[in-house]
């Protein structure tokens, strides 16, 4: 069966020419119920060097926009002497992020379906620039509320960032490279957080307003001309696709859609068992290191109080540490596919690591840093195998749904567990609070086990179907053979 110039299938034999490769493979008559409708020819694939380019503009784009939600309430006990304001004004902050995920995460999931990356980043870029000049303005113990407007743009302009990095690797990399890729873009989330919570202590001191105002200005600006320059970066050279598809693996087929395809792709979802364990279990997991990453500052400093600076260096080593495990389990799952295992490994050494955070936080600090390594390189390395096994559950529905549907999920419970928690620490203690936390995740690690495997994208590599999206902008994954890098 071949294609000709207008996409349409006309034979037994499809040519499939690789750039540098002309080859030959005879694939079996697709059916009726698996092509709906193939609008492009699918005849050629390249793998293109720019897509690295691509990538690291999302990374910085995303590290833009996370290092801003924690710059606050990291340094929670300066922000409170210096606006008069509450530890809650301070918490809400960083909800406020979770908050405005919340109602916005199906019009931007829509979005992104609908519309595609480079309009969505664009907005995204957007507004963390203006929030960013917006909070230089709002360096004065009179405009809190100033402050508090920036931290909602910025927090709502994630909406179009947080569930890139599965759409990213599937439009732009190989099948050999997208779960790397995917959690290389989850990556620059943890890459903001982490500055985020180093940042501040170290420019920001107890001081006098007028001292104050000056080390707030010094961070804003930075912060501000940063932004500009990543979104002059997006609008010149950040590309909606390659010209050709990066491999037959992952063909593109468009298929005509309408709001009506996305309420259809919601209500598969909700029904969707395993998916939607996946939802709670991720929603517990993200929960919980919101709920840490927010109230740090106080837990340690209750039992350390002069240790401002070093603080924001055990949220350093958190997120650090999670960068480094994201890569990891991205390489894990491209090079073994084994999605329910890695999964439920992670997760329950997450466990274990919130586990030795609650009973040895109050020992001696050098333990706090150890426990935060184990801690962050499971818990925060969760996040891109998250995406990856929604991916596989749901396939052929768009990244952007599911992946948007998760991130909602960890909102939801991040507002929850901060403010729940936060009461309890300030109620019962710190201790309480944390315990707390371990039994959600033991939870978590419950659901997961129940978790079905059903890998329909590996599925899909290896039954040589072409399997329309859901979406106009998704990839579809089929399987031709392997494409070399």
């Not at 499809?14 to 005879?26: I, L, Y």
């Not at 909700?270 to 993200?286: A, E, S």
Request: glycine letters at 8%; one cysteine or more.
């Amino acid at each position: 069966m071949t294609t000709n110039g207008n996409g349409h299938l006309n034979g037994g034999i499809t040519t499939v020419s690789h750039h540098g490769n002309d080859t030959e493979a005879n694939s079996p008559t697709p059916t009726s119920s698996t092509i709906l409708e193939m609008q492009n020819p699918i005849g050629e694939t390249k793998i293109y060097t720019r897509r690295y380019a691509m990538l690291v503009m999302f990374i910085m784009l995303s590290a833009s926009n996370s290092m801003q939600w924690i710059e606050y309430s990291i340094i929670a006990h300066i922000i409170v002497d210096y606006y008069k304001v509450t530890y809650a004004d301070v918490d809400w902050t960083s909800m406020i992020y979770m908050l405005s995920y919340m109602i916005l995460v199906f019009p931007g999931s829509w979005f992104l379906d609908k519309f595609g990356l480079r309009t969505s980043v664009l907005i995204g870029a957007f507004g963390n620039c203006l929030g960013a000049w917006l909070k230089l303005l709002s360096s004065d113990p009179d405009r809190f509320w100033l402050t508090f407007l920036a931290q909602t743009i910025v927090g709502s302009s994630q909406v179009f960032i947080l569930g890139i990095p599965p759409r990213l690797a599937a439009v732009w990399f190989g099948p050999k490279q997208v779960s790397t890729a995917c959690a290389a873009g989850v990556f620059g989330n943890q890459l903001g957080i982490a500055i985020g919570f180093v940042l501040p202590p170290w420019l920001v001191h107890m001081g006098t307003a007028t001292e104050v105002t000056t080390d707030l200005n010094v961070l804003f600006f930075g912060s501000a001309v940063i932004n500009t320059v990543i979104f002059a970066a997006i609008i010149a050279f950040f590309a909606e696709k390659p010209p050709l598809p990066p491999s037959m693996a992952q063909a593109r087929a468009i298929e005509e859609t309408s709001e009506d395809t996305f309420l259809a792709d919601i209500k598969e979802l909700v029904v969707n068992k395993h998916y939607m364990l996946l939802l709670v279990t991720y929603g517990i997991n993200v929960g919980v290191f919101y709920a840490i990453s927010t109230l740090l500052s106080q837990m340690v400093l209750h039992y350390y109080p002069t240790a401002q600076e070093l603080t924001g260096t055990i949220g350093l080593l958190i997120v650090v540490s999670g960068m480094l495990g994201s890569v990891v389990c991205g390489y894990v799952l491209d090079k073994f596919h084994h999605f329910k295992m890695t999964t439920l490994a992670v997760y329950f050494f997450s466990f274990v690591g919130m586990v030795l955070f609650t009973f040895l936080i109050d020992i001696q600090l050098w333990i706090v840093f150890v426990t935060a390594l184990l801690l962050g390189f499971f818990m925060t390395g969760y996040l891109p195998i998250g995406f990856e096994f929604a991916a596989e559950l749901t396939f052929p529905i768009a990244e952007g749904t599911t992946s948007g549907l998760l991130n909602a999920s960890a909102q939801i419970f991040g507002v929850g567990m901060t403010l729940g928690m936060g009461k309890v620490m300030y109620a019962w203690g710190i201790l309480y609070c944390n315990i707390m936390l371990s039994a959600f995740l033991l939870i978590g690690v419950v659901l997961t086990a129940l978790i079905k495997p059903d890998l329909r994208r590996q599925q899909a590599h290896s039954d040589v179907n072409y399997i329309v999206p859901r979406s106009e902008t998704q990839i579809t994954n089929t399987s031709c053979g392997d494409i070399d890098d």
